[in-house]
């Protein structure tokens, strides 16, 4: 967990503006008792999530795949060959849906702009993280690997039983 108190506080103030402007039918479902608070996303999504992450092409036609992605400093890191669609995509149309979904269990949705990572300390932390996870560097799996991380402008995450999920000491955050 990378999180400073300050992320925390900006990514709960996301997820409640978030579910605030949801249709009623996402308020039906993600109820007060269906909530997950910030603390206990940065506390659930640790190491390495499945996400499907939703492109746009040039004729205005979805896409998705699944990528690995890592849940640092409040949100999504991933990565990917320059030479993949995705990475065309994302180039051309930054704009991404990103979902994590474990069955009923939790989800988070989202919605934003991938953010190229270019050389420097922020794409250095990715790495460093991605590295100590796989142990090998993400940047020797290709030529031409690129590194996103997630500017989120919208989120919503739902638990079916947020109690649940967390240790008794860490249920109450």
Same mark, same amino acid.
């Given at each position: 967990?990378?999180?400073?108190?300050?992320?925390? #506080?900006?990514?709960?103030?996301?997820? !409640?503006?978030?579910? *605030?402007?949801?249709?009623? %039918?996402?308020?039906?479902?993600?109820? =007060?008792?269906?909530?997950?608070?910030?603390?206990?996303?940065?506390?659930?999504? /640790? *190491?390495?999530?499945?996400?499907?992450? #939703?492109?746009? /092409?040039?004729?205005?036609?979805?896409?998705?795949?699944?990528? =690995?992605? %890592?849940?640092? %400093? *409040? /949100?999504?890191?991933? *990565? /990917? !060959?320059?030479?993949?669609?995705?990475?065309?995509?994302?180039?051309?149309?930054?704009?991404?849906?990103? @979902?994590?979904? =474990? +069955?009923?269990?939790?989800?988070?949705?989202? %919605?934003?702009? #991938?953010?190229?990572?270019?050389?420097?300390?922020?794409?250095?932390?990715?790495?460093?993280?991605?590295? @100590?996870?796989? +142990?090998?560097?993400?940047?020797? &799996?290709?030529?031409?690997?690129?590194?996103?991380?997630?500017?989120?402008? &919208?989120?919503? #995450?739902?638990?079916? =039983?947020? !109690?649940?999920?967390?240790?008794?000491?860490?249920?109450?955050?």
């Amino acid at each position: 967990m990378l999180e400073t108190s300050a992320e925390i #506080a900006v990514l709960q103030s996301l997820l !409640d503006e978030s579910r *605030g402007r949801g249709s009623a %039918h996402l308020r039906s479902i993600v109820t =007060d008792e269906h909530v997950l608070t910030a603390e206990q996303l940065v506390q659930l999504l /640790t *190491g390495m999530k499945v996400l499907s992450v #939703a492109t746009v /092409t040039a004729r205005g036609e979805p896409r998705i795949s699944a990528m =690995d992605g %890592h849940f640092l %400093h *409040g /949100t999504w890191t991933f *990565g /990917t !060959d320059g030479t993949s669609a995705k990475a065309k995509h994302i180039e051309r149309r930054p704009a991404v849906s990103v @979902a994590h979904i =474990d +069955g009923e269990r939790l989800a988070l949705f989202s %919605h934003g702009t #991938a953010q190229l990572l270019g050389p420097g300390p922020e794409l250095d932390e990715v790495v460093a993280h991605w590295t @100590a996870h796989y +142990g090998s560097s993400p940047m020797s &799996w290709g030529d031409d690997i690129r590194m996103y991380r997630l500017r989120m402008t &919208w989120a919503v #995450a739902y638990a079916s =039983d947020p !109690d649940g999920l967390l240790p008794p000491s860490s249920a109450a955050g």
